[in-house]
């Protein structure tokens, strides 16, 4: 055969042309989708990983190693695709493992949610794959000289040379090679931090008289103050809670993360975006609330297990008390498919407001605004209606905030009337682990991000109500948070606020970083996990 002739059978067997169709269309999708998010090395990068397959592909003349990395490429290439079209950026960790751990009608949910014309690009790479199968590089041609031969170590070792010199080593690997070791990694983590998260005992002191002490944290679920008449929403979405005199309604609050997940510890222990302490590390409020003596409830309409919530739910076990009173699913991704209204806690709310013990903490965990949207409210909450698809799914998500505005209205009576009998001190906080995008910016609904987080996933309310007798007995403290009410704020501080707020302390507990202290640090830059100062961008 001629030397030509010769290093085209070579190339074919190196770079079969249907296997580098595979790995490099999802790049060439993704460079034209958001070309900041891809490296042009990138394309560089996986030519030179393919010939983990190839090599030994030439080499053996075994077949299946060429059907073998056919496949891989497809499946994540289909992944990588299908991400860029849905969430305009590449796949992440954390996407592949709600993937991992959904199942068909759960994918078909999200597909549908998410619906966009373009996934019909995946049909075309779903041919692809077939004309890949069918066509393989033909084992019987004959193997090339030494030369060649030589060239196939040397190339690659030279272009990886020059790139180890020349790019941060991330840019050298591939990213699917990132997003599976960066997976076994954090499940190691998580599964070493889930056995790590023990009841800690603290030193707590709750500085407070005799009299009985109460405090509720409700926490919402993908709720936008942007969507709420009582921050200035157009749809009339908070028509009781608008009435409530005894309410603190705080204007400039935001989440520090847009995923459940993350945000909640964040939320409810010594870690924030400054300090970066692990999970696994951290002090919670059931470790300190256990501590100072509180009687400890965590009662949530939330699925127990799944993706989203092992984390959160490993929190909640820890207390006293556990209700998880959504029976309608067996994991936190079909919980989105059922219904399981939040009026659920009432019963187990007065429950535990009923208990005897001296001084209660509860945690009430609603499923607030979570998608499916319509799935989150009864037919008589059913009051907006949209025209096409976008709209229908906006006031299918005003309705859910209608919904909650009357779940969260009736937890504050249930524990109005209940502090009036027993005569307590006592104080609720209601915020939301994130917010909600309703094509409020870039056109887009969710609370995923690609690069930069939209304002409108962070940007949820925040309310303080207590109780008569707390306002009578700390009459600065409440003249303290008034003032404080219109300053800015982000949630992974809630820890030290809650403290405050309750009069326990604890050698973690920081005034400044507490909302509700006269020291309250309002200077803090906000920046929050994408690494991006949310009041300048």
């Not at 067997?13 to 169709?21: G, R």
């Not at 196939?152 to 991330?170: E, N, V």
């Not at 409210?377 to 006031?395: T, V």
């Amino acid at each position: 055969m001629k030397p030509i002739k010769l290093e085209i059978e070579f190339l074919k067997y190196l770079y079969p042309k249907y296997l580098v169709l595979l790995a490099l269309l999802p790049l060439f999708l993704g460079y034209i989708i958001d070309f900041e998010l891809v490296h042009p090395i990138s394309i560089l990068v996986n030519l030179v990983w393919m010939l983990l397959f190839t090599i030994p592909f030439y080499y053996f003349r075994k077949i299946f190693i060429y059907y073998l990395a056919v496949v891989f490429y497809f499946l994540f290439g289909f992944l990588e695709i299908g991400h860029w079209l849905i969430l305009e950026g590449p796949l992440t960790i954390t996407s592949l493992l709600n993937i991992l751990n959904s199942n068909y009608n759960e994918v078909v949910s999200f597909v549908n949610f998410k619906f966009d014309m373009n996934l019909l690009f995946l049909i075309p790479y779903v041919f692809l794959f077939i004309g890949a199968i069918k066509h393989p590089p033909k084992t019987g041609s004959p193997r090339t000289g030494l030369v060649q031969l030589s060239l196939i170590i040397l190339i690659p070792g030279i272009i990886s040379f020059i790139l180890l010199k020349s790019l941060p080593k991330t840019d050298l690997v591939p990213q699917f090679a990132k997003v599976f070791y960066a997976t076994t990694i954090e499940l190691q983590k998580y599964n070493k931090a889930l056995a790590d998260n023990k009841l800690r005992k603290v030193e707590a002191v709750l500085n407070a008289t005799s009299l009985r002490q109460t405090f509720v944290l409700i926490i919402g679920e993908s709720c936008s103050r942007n969507h709420m008449s009582l921050y200035g929403g157009f749809a009339n979405t908070n028509p009781r809670l608008e009435k409530r005199a005894d309410l603190i309604v705080f204007d400039d609050v935001v989440s520090p993360h847009t995923y459940t997940t993350l945000a909640i510890p964040n939320i409810l222990s010594n870690a924030n975006l400054d300090n970066d302490i692990e999970f696994a590390k951290s002090i919670d409020l059931l470790d300190v609330f256990h501590s100072a003596g509180f009687k400890t409830y965590w009662i949530s309409n939330q699925s127990a297990i799944g993706i989203w919530d092992n984390v959160v739910s490993s929190i909640g076990s820890k207390a006293d008390v556990s209700k998880f009173v959504n029976v309608s699913s067996n994991s936190s991704q079909e919980a989105i498919l059922n219904k399981s209204y939040d009026s659920r806690l009432f019963e187990p709310f007065r429950m535990a407001l009923e208990d005897d013990a001296a001084s209660k903490f509860i945690v009430l965990h609603l499923m607030g605004s979570h998608n499916t949207y319509s799935k989150r409210y009864p037919p008589e909450f059913d009051q907006f209606n949209g025209g096409d698809s976008k709209e229908q799914l906006i006031a299918e998500y005003r309705n859910s905030v209608l919904y909650n505005d009357f779940v969260v209205d009736s937890l504050l009576n249930i524990l109005q009337a209940s502090s009036s009998n027993d005569n307590s001190l006592t104080s609720a906080i209601y915020t939301s682990d994130h917010g909600e995008n309703l094509y409020d910016e870039d056109d887009k609904i969710g609370h995923d991000y690609a690069n930069t987080i939209p304002r409108a996933n962070v940007e949820i309310p925040f309310m303080l109500w207590v109780s008569n007798n707390y306002r009578d007995f700390y009459p600065s403290k409440y003249q303290t948070i008034l003032r404080n009410r219109v300053k800015p704020f982000v949630t992974d501080d809630l820890f030290h606020s809650v403290l405050d707020i309750n009069n326990i302390h604890v050698p973690y507990l920081e005034n400044a970083r507490s909302i509700f202290s006269i020291d309250y640090n309002d200077q803090r830059k906000r920046i929050l996990a994408d690494g991006n100062d949310y009041d300048n961008r």
